[in-house]
């Protein structure tokens, strides 16, 4: 068996980017660790919280809740703070994510790796998958961390398949996802998605072309039920997880169904399939 260490930025972006394959992992009886770069201390303030109550310890329940839920073995804390969307104050915070130096930040994952005598590190795409500061970071950091680390795991990059969003945008299911989002008080049509997803939070696109995606792996309907239900612990973060939580089980299914990976220095070429031995 082996040991797979995911790199995420905040806590619940590891139940939309790669639950599906760490439930799948954590069943095959793979060791499953997840670490959080940052603390979340930027996200939504739940109303019971209250102006003083501890944001980062409440969204640190909530990636444990949602560990259980996936089987993950251990969680680890890198400790940056959030260093919020492009454009945001906070990026300038000299203690966010944002702002760290790439080898320090890769060297605690690094002693993270060491630790475990990782196999796997999945981190993200160079885009860190729609240009949030942080996913940015998470990808030079796992990238250096592969390289700092004893014994060099396999590197891997979650992404999502721009190609599948864009043609699922002329698909049935489609006029459903915006009937939910409709419901849950968002109303867009299909050409303000087709912008959204061709101009991510820093202008550039989305994902990433299927040509450039190494693994597609398909969630059984189980694990989807099982993802949906560990993205139901990060219910704090109305404006995203909410979102996601409102689409229709069989809508959420053809938008969270599968998981895409890259994999760097390996020529590209999408399997479907699982990268994990």
């Known amino acids: 068996m082996s040991t797979i260490v995911f790199l995420h930025a905040h806590p619940d972006d590891e139940t939309s980017q790669t639950a599906g394959m760490m439930a799948l992992a954590a069943r095959a009886g793979h060791r499953v660790v997840t670490v959080f770069a940052t603390d979340g201390d930027h996200g939504e303030r739940p109303e019971h919280l209250g102006p003083e109550g501890d944001l980062v310890d409440h969204r640190r329940g909530e990636a444990r809740a949602a560990a259980a839920v996936l089987g993950v073995d251990r969680i680890d804390w890198l400790g940056y703070r959030d260093s919020g969307m492009t454009g945001w104050a906070q990026n300038d915070d000299p203690l966010c994510l944002h702002r760290a130096d790439v080898d320090e930040a890769a060297a605690r994952v690094a002693r993270i790796l060491d630790r475990e005598d990782a196999d796997y590190l999945v981190g993200y795409d160079d885009h860190g998958n729609y240009g949030h500061p942080d996913h940015i970071a998470v990808h030079r950091t796992a990238r250096r961390a592969a390289q700092l ?111 895409y990976l890259v994999e760097p220095g390996v020529e590209q070429s999408m399997r479907r399939g699982w990268p994990f031995d």
């Open 149 to 259: 680390a004893a014994r060099r795991p396999r590197l891997l990059e979650a992404t999502t398949n721009r190609d599948a969003q864009l043609a699922m945008l002329d698909s049935p299911e489609a006029a459903e996802f915006l009937r939910a989002l409709a419901s849950g008080g968002m109303e867009l049509d299909v050409e303000r998605v087709r912008a959204a997803i061709l101009t991510g939070d820093d202008g550039q696109p989305v994902g990433m072309p299927e040509s450039e995606i190494a693994w597609a792996i398909d969630l059984p309907e189980d694990v989807v039920a099982l993802k949906r239900r560990a993205m139901r612990c990060h219910a704090s973060q109305t404006s995203d997880i909410g979102m996601m939580l409102a689409l229709p089980p069989e809508v959420y299914a053809v938008a969270f169904g599968t998981e």
